[in-house]
């Protein structure tokens, strides 16, 4: 069975501190990884997927398969970075994602 | 172009009461997804459609009926409602094959009394 592991709920940093959100996954196979966020008052969003291997408003994540993470870094936070993260995952071959319980993260000015 | 939305933005229900929520994408899009977003649980798949006429049981499908009758639109149903499926609904869709990359709806607050 899958599964996404997000172990923090709550993640404060200040601005222009490293930022780092933990994503830990089990999976018997090769999944595709994503993170996606929610701004306040706006939708869900693909942020990135590891297939892709770029970044995304500086945030970066690499797929760990060793360690079945999926960690989501920025080396400076910003203020607009304030938001909900979820990390998600999709087998090969299937339909569905599966998501983490998501991370709010805030930025303290 | 809209993308996807929902109807309608909040709603409030009795107890035993019954709705439907529409949601429609004008993407193209074959795969159209059902979720619902509690604090704690993250965003939980109700049922999804890989395409017009079918449909499929997601995570915790129980309480809830959907309908893909047409392809650009899919349909949540609550035929009983309980305070246990008060919750934000979110609805999404995707491109065949790309289930990972999905485009969300704004989402439907729910409150059951």
Known sequence: AQRVTQPEKLLSVFKGAPVELKCNYSYSGSPELFWYVQYS????QLLL???SRESIKGFTADLNKGETSFHLKKP???EEDSAMYYCALIGFGANNLFFGTGTRLTVIP | NAGVTQTPKFRVLKTGQSMTLLCAQDMNHEYMYWYRQ???MGLRLIHYSV???TTAKGEVPDGYNV???KKQNFL???ESAAPSQTSVYFCASSYPGQGGEQYFGPGTRLTVT
């Open chain 2, 51 to 53: 395409g017009e006429g």
């Open chain 1, 41 to 44: 008052r706006q939708r869900l």
């Open chain 1, 49 to 51: 997927r590891h297939i």
């Open chain 1, 76 to 78: 400076f936070a910003q």
């Open chain 2, 67 to 69: 309908s893909r009758l």
């Open chain 2, 38 to 40: 509690d604090p704690g």
């Open chain 2, 76 to 78: 949540l149903g609550l």
